[in-house]
């Protein structure tokens, strides 16, 4: 099998929901595939199946990425395989649980998953992308990266950082040919609400995308060059506001003298 012109895509979390509709597209995008995700049997089949169908290749790697050991193995190939040039960061789980209900050990596997996985991958791929001239970091956050009332705090928390460190990369990469887009997906019928603690079928069908519509969508945001997709939102121009007020925040930021509401008299 040939290496693909278009080159290779490394999607974690790839075995099901989410991860798995971004490989099929990005196979019949024409891209090599490097799958990850813990379950090995759902990775094996969902390869086969694409590379029988689009006559792509497609490597899988079984790793558990709350642990170091696979995570290293992982950041091993990003930084060695220099066909690499999308790393789409989607290797997620959630939680519905409030604090006061909620296991803090839960939480820290969460935040390795959700955070330390994501932006140690992010070190692995960035540098190897800049080196050859250009690629790709898809990151997976979520409307809960701005709403972080809707679910568990830390949960929300960790796609706040997701959206952060993609601000952070975007302003540094932005010269160096590396296209860098967060996914900010509302509720999508996947496994992940099972997980999470809340089966899909107890939310309002109106509030629920189908996780293939989501992805289409977020594709189609890349195409038009967004950093920031939201695919539910109706006006672009909401997020567009939203933006512009942070930016309208950033000249008053960091001042030597309190604001004159709080009454100090400067020293
Ligand atoms: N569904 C939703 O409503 C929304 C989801 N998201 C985000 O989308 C992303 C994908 O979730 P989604 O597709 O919905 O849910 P799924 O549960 O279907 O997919 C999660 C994927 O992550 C993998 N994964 C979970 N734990 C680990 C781990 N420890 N190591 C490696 N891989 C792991 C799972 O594979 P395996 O079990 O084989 O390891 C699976 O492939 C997540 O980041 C989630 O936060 C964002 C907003 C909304
Ligand atoms: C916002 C949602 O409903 C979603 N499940 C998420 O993971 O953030």
């Not at 193995?73 to 209900?101: C, D, F, H, K, Q």
């Not at 990151?139 to 959206?163: D, R």
């Amino acid at each position: 099998m040939t290496k693909s012109a278009k080159g290779t895509a490394l999607v974690t979390g790839a075995s099901s929901g989410i991860g798995a509709i971004y490989a099929d597209r990005l196979a019949r995008r024409g891209y090599d595939l490097i799958l990850v995700a813990r379950n090995r049997e759902r990775l094996d089949g969902l390869a086969k199946r694409l590379s029988t169908e689009t006559g792509r290749s497609i490597e899988i790697v079984a790793a558990d990425l709350t642990k170091r050991a696979d995570v290293s193995r992982i950041e091993s190939i990003l930084r060695s395989n220099a066909n690499i040039n999308v790393l789409v960061n989607n290797a997620g789980v959630g939680a519905t649980a409030p604090l006061l209900a909620s296991d803090v050990d839960k939480m820290s596997d969460m935040i390795a998953l959700n955070v330390d996985a994501l932006m140690r991958l992010t070190y692995a791929a960035v540098p190897g992308l800049v080196a050859r001239g250009g690629g790709a970091i898809i990151n997976i956050a979520s409307v809960v990266g701005v709403q972080p009332e809707l679910l568990n705090g830390v949960y929300g928390g960790s796609k706040a950082f997701v959206l952060a460190l993609t601000h952070s990369l975007q302003h540094e990469l932005k010269d160096k040919n590396i296209r860098v887009q967060a996914v900010l997906p509302g509720a999508t019928a996947t496994e992940f609400w099972g997980i999470a603690g809340t089966p899909v079928e107890h939310l309002p069908g109106e509030i629920v995308m189908k996780a293939e519509d989501m992805v289409d969508a977020a594709l189609a945001g890349f195409d038009q060059g967004e950093i920031f997709t939201v695919p539910s939102l109706p006006e672009a121009a909401d997020w567009q506001a939203y933006e512009a007020a942070r930016q309208k925040l950033m000249p008053n930021l960091s001042r030597s003298a309190p604001a004159a509401r709080y009454g100090v008299k400067a020293a």
